[in-house]
């Protein structure tokens, strides 16, 4: 498999060094070494059950490695760096029912925790991120009633409100029409240049990934490929990661998938 | 009506029933949420266990009943987080251990009282000063728990990955928020009664659900909604003559179909 490492910016913002996580005699990741620069837009591409989310738990700090270490700006990520990464988990995981307004919710994410009554100054920011994803309007909706990219929204407003340098989202484009997910694609660049922050999305989208990212990792429990767009959905890489090329392939390049 | 504030069993019965009031209704919030309800049963049931046990020995039976319930509800968690069953699974196996327990401890004793069928209907008769004793205490413990818990468990019963993130120890957290819902289940049941203290766990939370947008609401209706109940039953039970548990849950699902219709 590749192990070309590209450095573009000399600051490491997520170091892999021989990571291996093994769940039982299941081996979830193996052998994975690579830098993740300051200032990227890196998608996570590959099948199901092929390592992504526990790629994304291992930087949030809520996985260790079997083997092999796992450092965030410098550090273990097991404590005391919340501050720094902003969380957007997949919205299908989460009771709807739950009684909540997005604007306590998003923030959750200046607390870390639940709020029973949120402070004058606790509203100010909620409402500032809010208006930075477009979603002012939504924030005394009841959560059950939002759809699912106005609910999206309302996770990413969460994860920006404290500015973090580093965004980690699970799928953020499940359930969510094209239209909502170009809007998305399209905050999250802007937030990217604002922040001159790091992002590393996971996706199933290779057409967003392609046309979004400046890395694309693919993975299949081992590194298979971590390259620009054009390089890494190569029929190549594509073939090793999926045993196919797919529709997507066909999209982007415009190249009949023979599959 | 001051006749009867003026006899001693009344009055701890009152006392009785604003503590347990408050912990079922303040517990009972994250029992609904978290999608729980049986596991208030299951407890109820090992508490069954405990208690006959108590009887058995011819101690206090609360004394047995709340290290006996307390174990049981760590040995559910434990099977959730150590094996692939589902906690309902868990709850199924102990819940029926327990009461298998509990009916060889009854049928082991010498002879027979009424005590038995008092703990599973409830009796505003029953409740004695050590009762009392023990209410306030874990009232109290929920209390102080209740500041500095309250929004983890929120947090965690909103979504355990997200707190999980935040680097919370949801582990701990639950193991806690277990160990006080068996302890009040246990303190609940001379009132209330084996029987019917899942259904006191979950409707005063399930009504202030139906009337709040916000999950601090719902906490402050339902310990509103609890303490009302227990208050209005526990008098309805003295003037009617009746099973105190039956006449709070009566008095509950009032309540709750008062909310329903607002809700429409």
Redo the contacts between chains.
């Keep these: 498999m590749e192990n070309k490492t590209i450095n573009q910016e000399n600051e490491n913002v997520v170091v892999f060094e021989k990571v291996t996580v093994r769940f039982g005699t299941h081996t979830a990741l193996e052998d994975i070494s690579l830098e993740i620069k300051k200032g990227l837009f890196i998608t996570v591409v590959g099948p199901n059950g092929g390592g992504k989310t526990t790629f994304l738990k291992l930087i949030?700090?809520?996985l260790e490695p079997t083997l092999g270490e796992v450092k965030v700006f410098g550090e273990k990520p097991?404590?005391n760096l919340?501050q720094a990464i902003g969380?957007v988990?997949q919205i299908k995981?989460?009771?709807r029912?739950?009684?909540?307004?997005p604007i306590?919710?998003v923030a959750?994410g200046l607390?870390?925790?639940?709020?029973?009554?949120l402070s004058k100054e606790q509203k100010r920011l909620a409402l500032e991120a809010l208006e930075q994803v477009g979603a002012t309007n939504l924030a005394k909706k009841?959560l059950g009633k939002l759809s699912g990219g106005e609910l999206q929204r309302i996770f990413l407003a969460r994860s920006i409100i404290r500015k973090p340098r580093l965004l980690l989202l699970d799928e953020p484009a499940s359930g969510i029409d094209v239209a909502g997910e170009m809007d998305f694609n399209n905050i999250l660049e802007e937030y990217k240049k604002r922040q001159n922050a790091t992002i590393i999305m996971i996706t199933h989208d290779w057409e967003s990934a392609y046309h979004h990212s400046d890395y694309v990792l693919l993975l299949n429990r081992v590194k298979i490929c971590y390259d620009e767009p054009k390089k890494a959905f190569s029929e190549k890489w594509l073939r090793i990661a999926f045993g196919h090329l797919g529709h997507a392939h066909e999209m982007i390049f415009g190249v009949k998938n023979n599959d | 009506m001051i006749d009867m504030l003026s006899m001693t069993f009344m009055q701890r019965a009152l006392i009785a029933g604003l503590l347990v009031g408050f912990l079922g209704s303040y517990f009972g919030v994250f029992i609904v949420q978290r999608k729980m309800s049986f596991m208030g049963d299951g407890l109820a049931h090992a508490a069954f266990g405990g208690i006959a046990l108590g009887l058995l020995l011819e101690t206090e039976p609360m004394w047995i009943a709340v290290p006996f319930t307390l174990i049981i509800s760590i040995g559910i968690t434990l099977i959730r987080d150590k094996t692939s069953l589902e906690m309902d699974t868990s709850i199924g196996i102990f819940f029926a251990l327990s009461v298998a327990l509990g009916i060889i401890f009854i049928s082991l004793r010498k002879h027979y009282t009424t005590d038995a069928f008092t703990y599973m209907f409830g009796s505003i008769l029953s409740v004695n000063t050590s009762d009392l004793i023990i209410s306030s205490i874990i009232v109290v413990i929920s209390i102080v728990l209740s500041f500095k818990f309250w929004r983890k468990w929120a947090y965690a019963t909103f979504d355990p990955e997200l707190a999980k993130a935040d680097k919370l120890n949801t582990k701990f957290d639950d193991y806690l928020l277990s160990a006080l819902i068996s302890i009040s289940i246990v303190i609940s049941i001379k009132l209330v009664g084996i029987v019917l203290i899942a259904s006191f766990l979950v409707i005063p939370a399930a009504s202030a659900r139906l009337l709040s947008s916000t999950f601090f609401k719902m906490t402050i209706l339902s310990v509103i909604f609890g303490l009302i109940s227990s208050l209005v039953g526990l008098f309805l039970s003295y003037f009617l003559d009746l099973p105190s548990g039956a006449t709070i849950i009566l008095i509950q699902a009032i309540i709750f179909f008062i909310a329903m219709s607002l809700k429409k």
Excluded: M, Q, R, V
Excluded at chain 1, 97 to 101: H, I, T, V, Y
Excluded at chain 1, 111 to 117: D, H, L, Q, R, Y
């Design positions: 949030l700090g809520l097991l404590k919340t969380y988990p995981t989460f009771d029912s739950f009684p909540a307004l306590e919710l959750t607390t870390g925790n639940w709020i029973g009554i009841p």
